[in-house]
């Protein structure tokens, strides 16, 4: 029997009241501040700050949405955040979906000091790592281009990606490769055929989180990022904000426009995120 | 030494081997974006005067400044000329990162002693300000006249400041909000001249004792956090900055508050019919007033690529006359400030406060000394601690700080 | 053994990699915590950042925030994500809202809330007044009883939906006849959670604690951008302490100290979590 139709057999009324009324719940804590912010973004200045606070604006405006598209950086920032955050995940991706699986299906010498190593790197405070990064870029000549930041955030996002996938690949059983090694697959082509296929899921929730880590990721972009042909949307929200003025219906719009893309592009990847492909796969 | 000796090293023997990157006759510039159009101008009238030598933009902002800078300066690989605040000086200074400037200030003289002070260490300049301000009282003029005060003859003691405060504090209007939260530098800038007025000081003169529980800073302290005690400044003090102080202004909320003129805009902008005034920070009886001087300078990197053509650009941006065009306050220069821009009569109050700016004491742990004077005035607001034993246990970690 | 080396080889390039970037960084980062201002090696970065209370200060609020927020992270992205495994009219586009949280730039994310829970402006005392929950306006991010709990929220809040993903991709692997077979011997829903769904993400749960764990150690931006660490360091952890003596009061060597000596920690607490915690795989034979 499918899981829809034994979903659908169950519990009638009483689990779908539930899971619509959690459903909602989930929806109103996630989407409370960012309503706010919504708001903000079609607000005028007099009306953001005023005392006591109002949900719906009284002159909505489409002014700060102007602003951000047509009067500011933010449009070529969304490029470069795009090639940079892309290209990262793409690196850090390949490496991951190697050294996970070389994690979660051998056993060698020292694998448990390797595992340990692959986190260290996420221990060192921003603070401690940052200067020396940035003389190892600067001699390798890679300040304010693509590959700098590019090498960075594949740096930054690498480890966890690496742990997490890890988990993912043994969660597949190991049964399903077993009987690709023993009809002669090789290695890889049991990793790309078989293991991947199956671990879609978990390879999309790593995706997601390289991509959203680098999309929103600030202090390492200021300081290696120092022309504009580079620079990325986080700093474009920083220059929405002199030194005692910040343009809040221009913040909230930007974040909009820098929220909104990711969210739907998750909404596409959905169709990955699909479950059961092991099941009944190794009955006799 | 040894330290940019190891980093160098590695930097070096590839830059030997490479061609570098900025060309002899480029200055790379790194200006705040608030004043990018006016950086620009000035880049560009300089060209025109002196085409061998090409003026770099390049834009910082308020967000992150502070790292953008040290990292680019303990690498040994930043640009040329670079905008700080004056609190920085002393610590890029002092480690070495930024070079004196002796030979490129010129008409010395002509610049305020006090921001002259605050930019020199051991003797020598480090960097070259432009811009200085100072803060002073802005009041809502309806509220101001309404409480039956009169615009022409503003408080100019402590208790005057306090009864036209408790005058104003009507109707859910807080009559004099105070900062209690936010970036410790707001705090600072607003309390630590009262110290001053009153006599006491935060360290002594030599910087080896800590007096900051001496009864003149206590009675100081006191006399700023009784605002909020005798419910004068708003509930929410403890959270707000200058910044959130200027939005409960504009919202009506507060009828006054310390702050700079770089308010004055925003508050036009936000609510064109709020009438404001100004008067000059009130001062305790048979004192004079005193204040701090915030503001921004020149410095030129240890490491500069093209010293010699910054240094000349820095000459011209400091004309009297550029000066004047390029600051967002008050120019640095006295010379400046006969300029017509200067002249509006709000602004009066403020350009008043310039003669009495001090200089910050000059000593290596300032920003932590600065942050335990903070936390003690957070510590007596949120009530754990009466203004006394706050700063008798402030003064015990800046001793052990001057100590270290 | 040929099994050895072939698993060594996958994983090298991520090791070079990683290598190439790291070790540079924590040997300048142990140098500079060893030398004083002038060159000369000393001990003393290490005795200046450990004297100070404010040091042990941070280091509690930094488990108690941590900690916090760890345990309702994972719980509440448990839940979610089993909720959204479950079928239902509109799920993708939940599923989507789900992740708001985590894309919205932090720092937006913060000054919103931070703007939200303002004594003054904020619009969670106004509604809580208005609907006569609470007496009179609450300072959120003022009082010393508050402000941790607060922070805890906004941070749960956050980084909930990122374990909600990960815990989602990971039921997708759980065979839909095994809980069928619970169907037929009786089980009810909660029963099929705890006995099946629970023990199959268990890899994955573990790996998401230690990935919460490693982030929340480092991570700034949220209690910088609302509180700096105040009132009276009330809020200070190790991370944003770290930045300060970096950044902005010019102590180098002392960040450094205090970088290496958090590093430790950290490394410890990190090395005896993977040893303690079994991992069950199945080996290529």
């Not at chain 1, 795009?82 to 694998?111: D, E, H, M, Q």
């Not at chain 2, 070495?96 to 030979?103: A, I, M």
């Not at chain 3, 009082?143 to 805890?152: A, C, E, G, Q």
Request: proline content about 6%; hydrophobic content about 50%.
């Amino acid at each position: 029997m499918s899981e829809d139709a034994r979903l659908a057999g169950e519990g009638g009324v009483g689990s779908r009241v539930t899971i619509a009324i959690s459903a909602i719940v989930l929806v109103l804590v996630c989407l409370f501040p960012f309503a706010w912010m919504a708001l903000s973004s079609i607000k005028k200045l007099p009306e953001l700050f005023t005392v006591p606070p109002h949900w719906l604006p009284n002159e909505p405006t489409l002014g700060n949405y102007w602003t951000v598209l047509f009067n500011s950086n933010i449009p070529r920032y969304f490029l470069n955040s795009c090639i940079i955050s892309g290209g990262a995940t793409l690196v850090a991706l390949v490496l991951a979906v190697f050294a996970s699986y070389g994690f979660a299906r051998f056993n060698f010498r020292g694998k448990a000091w390797l595992q340990t190593f692959v986190l260290v790197g996420q221990l060192l405070p921003t603070a401690a790592i940052i200067v020396p990064l940035f003389i190892t870029l600067r001699w390798l000549h890679l300040i304010n281009t693509y590959w700098g930041l590019i090498l960075i955030y594949t740096i930054i996002t690498l480890p966890l990606s690496v742990w997490m996938l890890t988990s993912y690949f043994r969660g597949i059983p190991y049964e399903l490769e077993e009987a690709a090694t023993i009809d002669g697959a090789s290695r890889l082509g049991i990793l790309f055929r078989i293991t991947l296929p199956l671990a879609m899921p978990g390879v999309v929730a790593v995706v997601v989180y390289s991509f959203v880590t680098c999309w929103n990721e600030f202090v390492f972009a200021l300081v290696f990022a120092q022309d504009q042909s580079v620079k990325t949307l986080p700093i474009g929200l920083a220059e929405f904000s002199t030194e005692f003025n910040t343009d809040w219906g221009g913040v909230m719009a930007a974040s909009m426009v820098m929220t909104v893309p990711v969210a739907l592009l998750f909404l596409v990847f959905q169709r990955l995120f699909v479950g059961g492909l092991t099941a009944g796969a190794t009955k006799g | 030494m040894k330290l940019k000796a190891l980093a160098g090293g590695l930097a070096v023997s590839t830059l030997i081997l490479l061609p570098s990157l900025a060309v002899a006759g480029d200055v790379v510039w790194w200006t705040p974006n608030w004043s990018q159009a006016r950086a620009q101008k000035l880049a560009d009238d300089f060209h025109k005067a002196n085409p061998d030598i090409n003026i770099k933009l390049q834009i910082t902002t308020s967000n992150g400044l502070p790292q953008q800078v040290m990292t680019a300066l303990q690498s040994g690989s930043g640009p040329d000329i670079i905008e700080v605040q004056h609190g920085w000086v002393q610590g890029y200074a002092q480690n070495d990162l930024v070079q004196p400037l002796d030979d490129t200030i010129q008409e010395k003289d002509d610049y305020n002693k006090a921001v002259i002070a605050e930019d020199t260490y051991d003797g020598k300049l480090y960097a070259i300000p432009y811009r200085i301000e100072c803060t002073a009282l802005l009041y809502n003029l309806d509220d101001y006249t309404k409480a039956g005060l009169d615009p022409a003859n503003p408080p100019q003691t402590w208790d005057d400041w306090v009864a036209a405060s408790k005058k104003m504090t009507a109707g859910g209007v807080y009559g004099m909000a105070i900062t209690g939260g936010g970036e410790f530098g707001n705090t600072i800038t607003r309390a630590l001249p009262l110290i001053w007025m009153n006599g006491g000081d935060i360290i002594s003169a030599d910087g080896k004792t800590a007096t900051i529980n001496k009864p003149e800073a206590v009675a100081a302290i006191k006399f700023y956090t009784d605002f909020y005690a005798q419910k004068l400044s708003p509930d929410s003090t403890l959270q707000n900055d200058g910044v959130a102080n200027r939005q409960l202004f504009i919202a009506g909320k507060v009828a006054s508050y310390l702050t700079g003129q770089y308010d004055i805009a925003p508050i036009a902008q936000a609510a064109p019919t709020l009438k404001v005034g100004a008067f000059m920070t009130p001062h305790p009886a048979g004192k004079t007033t005193a204040g701090i001087l915030n503001g921004w300078s020149y410095v030129i990197p240890k490491d500069a690529q093209n010293p010699t053509d910054a240094k000349k650009f820095l000459q011209f941006l400091n004309t009297s006359d550029n000066m004047g065009y390029f600051t967002d306050t008050f120019p640095a220069r006295v010379s400046s400030l006969k300029l017509p821009r200067f002249q509006d009569p709000l602004l009066k109050p403020f350009a008043g406060m310039l003669p009495f700016g001090r200089p910050t004491p000059n000593t290596p742990h300032w920003v932590q000394i600065s942050q335990a004077m903070f936390n003690g005035i957070q510590r007596i607001l949120s009530g754990q601690q009466d203004p006394q034993a706050a700063m008798d246990q402030a003064n015990d970690e800046i001793q052990a700080l001057l100590d270290s | 053994m040929n099994r050895s080396s072939t698993g060594l080889m996958f994983i090298l390039p991520a090791i070079a990699v990683l290598l190439m970037l790291i070790a540079y960084p924590i040997v300048y980062t142990v140098y500079l915590s060893l030398i004083d201002a002038h060159g000369a090696l000393t001990g003393k970065n290490y005795a200046n950042v450990l004297k100070p209370y404010v040091t042990r200060q941070a280091f509690g609020n930094l488990l108690y925030y941590v900690g916090g927020s760890i345990v309702f992270q994972v719980l509440f992205g448990t839940l979610a994500a089993i909720l959204l495994n479950q079928k239902f009219w509109g799920r993708s586009a939940v599923r989507s809202i789900t992740l708001i949280p985590w894309v919205v730039p932090g720092i937006v994310a913060a000054t919103t809330w931070a703007w939200m829970f303002h004594t003054e402006f904020g619009i969670i005392n106004y509604m809580l007044t208005g609907a006569h929950i609470i007496p009179g306006p609450v300072g959120w991010l003022t009082n010393k009883d508050t402000v941790m709990p607060v922070l805890i929220a906004i941070n749960v809040w956050k980084l909930f939906p990122f374990v909600a993903i990960m815990v989602l991709a990971g039921l997708q692997a759980i065979p839909a006849d095994l809980y069928e077979a619970a169907k037929v011997d009786g089980a009810n829903f909660w029963e099929e959670v705890w006995y099946i769904t629970l023990p199959l993400v268990r890899p994955v749960l573990v790996a998401v604690t230690l990935l919460l764990l490693i982030w929340g150690l480092n991570a700034i931006t949220l209690i910088y951008a609302i509180t700096q660490g105040g009132p009276a360091n009330l809020s200070l952890i190790t991370p944003i302490q770290i930045y300060q003596l970096a950044f902005t009061s010019f102590q180098f060597n002392e960040a450094a100290a205090l970088s290496v000596l958090f590093f430790i920690v950290a490394a410890i607490v990190v090395a005896v979590y993977v040893k303690v915690i079994p991992s069950n795989t199945a080996v290529a034979r």
